[in-house]
């Protein structure tokens, strides 16, 4: 840092933006600051003591799960873990039954007791031959055959998206499990943990540093012209980074309704899907997922909604063109660096983010010892190019 003017401005507290400011700071002897127009960092993995005393996830359940090893190695850093492996039911037909659907689940909703060579037997007798498999509702049906579908899927999607499956990308449910053994956790990563102190305190010690500063409650357009940077980490929306000019990119929405109960177990799995009934789509237990002990305990209902904060982009071919446009301006947009799920418009796990954070810093790092190699070899060619 020159004088009073910072080397990077980032933008969001959430994954992307705080591993870039801890790499930056940490390893690279950068000045960052940090802005977040929430009240806390953490983004949407922040979590909190509510008043009764139970750790929760104000934005929704987030449970870590990732093949990376680099990623959780690098996470590791600032958190110990607690082993988790997750696990799911979904109302269905007046029982809770395992999802993502295995041979438990179609044993107890046919009163069947398959074994797993029969039940692969049993779902291709029930799958239908799709060709090509262009929408969701082809990946599933094409799995399992309409009547799962209709059970445990057709509807739980229209209410998350208020589209009908077959309105929607192949891709949002192409990584669907079905399985023919009894194999119940959600997800099969090899690295499946919580941080054990939980989220927030992660971010905490990642941000650490005597080269970060932290600015919460400032909304980049309230600030941005009063900071003096020379170079851009923006992980907030990027159609509203270029003021919406080819369009709104839409967004799903969530409503979380959190609730403490006077008792210490609410229901039998940490989540329960409900497909069928209900507005909501799911409910959380957060004990389940922190381990805590507790008399009480707390759960969060999720409402979709159209409006509100911007959490799923919505796949459809149209949108993926307009982000196209946003995304070609990015990329021609000097000293800004565009990172994380609402700036790319893709909905990526928090591995995911860590690990196209990570990729950028090592461009960014890469590029800064090229020019000051060829600065040391007097090409008088400076990084020191943006300013602010
Ligand atoms: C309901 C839900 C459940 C999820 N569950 C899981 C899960 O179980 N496992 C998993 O791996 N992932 C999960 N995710 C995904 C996870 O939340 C994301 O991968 C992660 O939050 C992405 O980090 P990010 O930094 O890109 O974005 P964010 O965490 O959204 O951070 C971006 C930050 O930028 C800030 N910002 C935006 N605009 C501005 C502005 N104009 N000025 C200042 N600040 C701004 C925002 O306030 C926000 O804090 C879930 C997501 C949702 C919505």
Sequence with gaps: ?????????????????????????SDDGAKVLIIDKRPHIGGNAFDHYNDAGILVHKYGPHIFHTNSREVFEYLSRFTE???YEHRVLASVDGQ??????NLDTINRLYGLSLTSLQAAD??????????PVRTSEDVIVSKVGRELYEKFFRNYTRKQWDLDPSQLDATVTARVPVRTNRDDRYFSDTYQAMPLRGYTRLFENMLDHPNIKILLNAD????VDEIPYREMIYTGPV?????????????RSLLFKHETID???WQPAPVVNYPNEHLYTRVTEFKYLTGQEHSKTSIVYEYPRAEGDPYYPVPRPDNAEMYKRYKALADATP?????????????????????????????????????TRAFENGSGLTFVNHPA
């Excluded at 049993?122 to 060709?131: C, G, I, K, T």
Aim: hydrophobic share 45%; with cysteine; glycine share 6%.
């Design 1 to 25: 840092m020159e004088g009073n003017v910072f080397d990077y401005l980032i933008v969001g507290a959430g994954f992307a933006g705080s591993v870039l400011a801890e790499r930056l700071a």
């Design 81 to 83: 873990w607690r082993p």
């Design 96 to 101: 809770l039954l395992p999802i993502p659907i």
């Design 122 to 131: 049993f779902l291709s007798s029930l799958a239908e031959r799709r060709d």
């Design 220 to 223: 980049y357009h309230e600030v």
């Design 239 to 251: 159609d509203e980074f270029f003021d919406y000019c080819y369009g709104k990119l839409p967004y």
């Design 263 to 265: 008792k210490p177990v």
């Design 335 to 371: 000293f800004v660096h565009f990172v994380g799920r609402l700036a790319t418009y893709k909905y990526y796990n928090m591995d995911q983010v860590v690990a196209q954070a990570l990729k950028l810093y090592s461009k960014l790092s890469g590029a800064r010892s090229t020019a």
